[in-house]
DNA sequence: CACAATCACGCAAAAAAGTGCAAAATTTTT
DNA sequence: AAAAATTTTGCACTTTTTTGCGTGATTGTG
C-alpha cells in the first residue's frame, strides 16, 4: 500500500466519521502504529488534520472543500449522469443548475464535445474549467455558501435575458397535478428562468423524489420534456407521466 | 514494446485501479523497473499522472485543484496579505481581484469581521465560503479557466455599477509615470472598474514587480492610495512614490 | 501519584529512486 | 541497403525514502 494511498484513505474517513484513532488505523491498514503516527504527522504539517494525542480529527477550514457533501444517493446521481449526457450534442447552449446531479454530469462530458454552459455552481464551473473545449459563463449573484451556488435576483435576471438549446434542472420534487415543486423559494425562481430560457428541459430526478412534492411551484408538466431517472422509463412509477408530452429515460 | 504503448497500457491501468506500482509493472510489461521509473516521469512531466514512491497515482480532477505549492512567491504574497488584512474594518463592503495575493488575504480574514466580498474569482469565492459573517457576491462572467476568474463584458458593467469602501487588487507592474499597468487588456479594464467603483484603492505587488511597465495602463499614480509590499515600506525603492499622497505599507 | 496508553527519537533494514554509462534498438540519412 | 544519429534500455552504483522496533519521555485518567 502507498503511503497516499493511506494518506486519502484517513482523509476519507476522517470525512464520514470526523475522527480516527491510530490504534485502529493501524489494524485496519496493516501498518505499524508509528507508520499511521508519520502519516498524521505528515497530514497535519499539510494542514489537512488536526491531529490529537490517540488519532486526529477533521480540519473544517480546509481551503476549498466543497467535497461531496451530498454524496447521498451518489451512485443513483452517476447513473442519471450517464443518461443524461447523451442528450448532449456538439455546439449546444446549455444551462446547468446548481445540482450536485448536474455536477457529476459535467464530469463525464466527453472531451470531444464543443458546447458553452451557463452555470451559477462553483463546483460545476470548476469541474468544467478541465475540460477541453466547453466554454463556461459563470452566473453571479450572492453566494449561497452551504450549497456553493449564486442566488438572487441578479442571477434570475441574467438567466432571463439569455437563450439556450437545452437545461438540465436537478429535482427536489415532481408530480402530476403541481409539475415541478421546490423547498426553496428563491430557487424555485431560478429554476423557472431556467426553463424559461431553453428550448429543451430535462429534468433529473432519483427515483425517491418521483411523485413527491415540495412547497413551491416552478413549473406545470407540460413544460418538461423529458425526465431522466436512475430507474428503467418502463416502471409503473412513470405511467401517470405517459399521458404528457415527455421523454422518459 | 514500444515506449508509448507501455505509456497508453500504464494510463488505462490507471483509469480502472487508480494507482499503479512500479515493481508490478516491471513484470507484467517485462521491462526493467528503471524503465518503468523513466516512463513514470514522463507521464508526471506531462502532468498526466501523479507519481510517488513506489508507484503512481491517478491525477484526479479535484475540484479546484489549486496547487499551493505551484504558486510563485506564495511566501512574499502571505507577508503582503498579513499587512494587507489589518486595512479590512467591520462593516465594510470590499472588492477583491482574482490574484493569489488576494486568496492568501481571503484565507485570513478574521473571523469576527462581518463585511460584504464582491469577488469574481472561483477559488477566493470558495475560501469566503467558510468564513462565518462574510457575505460574498460572485461577479459573473465568462470563465477564464488558467485564472479560474470570470471576464468579460458584463463582469465590467457589474462593477462598475457597484460601490465599495476599498478594494484590494493584486499588480502587475506599476511605476511612477504608467502608473498601474496590466499585461491583459480585458484584465486592465476589469481594474480599471474596480477602482472606480472603490472609495479607497489598495494595490498589493510583490517588490520584484515595483517599478516594472505592462502594456496596458489602469490608472494613474494618483488614483492609489495604498500600496502594500513584501518589503519594508522605508526601502529606497520607494523614495519616488513618496511625493504621492499615498501609503506604503 | 500511579499506571497504562500514546508519542518521539534514533537506528537499521528493506525498498525504491536517482545517476552515469554502455549496449541495444529505433529512426533518419546517405 | 548500409551507415550514422538518435533514442531507448538495462546494469552497477549510490542516495533517498519508507518502515518497524526498541527505548525512554509524555500524556491522560482515575
Redesign the interface.
Known amino acids: 500500500m ?4 493511506r494518506h486519502q484513505i484517513i482523509l476519507d474517513k476522517l470525512k464520514i466519521s470526523k475522527k480516527v484513532l491510530s490504534g485502529k488505523l493501524s489494524e485496519e491498514l496493516l501498518v505499524s502504529e508509528d507508520t499511521i503516527r508519520r502519516d498524521l504527522k505528515e497530514l497535519e504539517s499539510k494542514d489537512l488534520i488536526y491531529k490529537v494525542h490517540g488519532g486526529a480529527l477533521i480540519k ?2 480546509r ?5 461531496e457533501r451530498s454524496v447521498a444517493d451518489i451512485n443513483e446521481k452517476k447513473e442519471i449522469a450517464e443518461k443524461a449526457v447523451k442528450l448532449i450534442k456538439d455546439g449546444q447552449v446549455i444551462i446547468m443548475s446548481g445540482s450536485s446531479t448536474n455536477l457529476e454530469l459535467a ?1 463525464i462530458i466527453p472531451p470531444e464535445i464543443n458546447a458553452t454552459v451557463y452555470t ?1 455552481s ?2 460545476i ?6 475540460h477541453p473545449s466547453i ?9 449561497n ?1 452551504a450549497a ?1 451556488v ?1 442566488v438572487g435576483i ?2 434570475v435576471n ?1 438567466i432571463y435575458n439569455i437563450s439556450a438549446d437545452i437545461c438540465f434542472i436537478g429535482t427536489e420534487g415532481i408530480d402530476i397535478s403541481r409539475g415541478l415543486t421546490e423547498p426553496d423559494w428563491e430557487v424555485s425562481h431560478i429554476k423557472k428562468s431556467m426553463i424559461h430560457a431553453s428550448n429543451y428541459v430535462a429534468v433529473m430526478c432519483i427515483s425517491d423524489r418521483i411523485m413527491s412534492v415540495k412547497r413551491h411551484s416552478v413549473v406545470p408538466i407540460q413544460k418538461i420534456d423529458a425526465i431522466i431517472s436512475d430507474i428503467d422509463p418502463s416502471d409503473p412509477i412513470f405511467n401517470d407521466f405517459r399521458d404528457f408530452d415527455l421523454t422518459i429515460i
Open positions: 502507498l503511503k497516499q494511498e473544517d477550514n481551503v476549498l472543500s466543497y467535497d464530469k451559477y462553483i463546483p464551473a470548476a469541474q468544467l474549467s478541465h466554454e463556461v459563463i459563470f452566473m453571479g449573484g450572492k453566494l455558501k456553493q449564486t441578479d442571477l441574467f
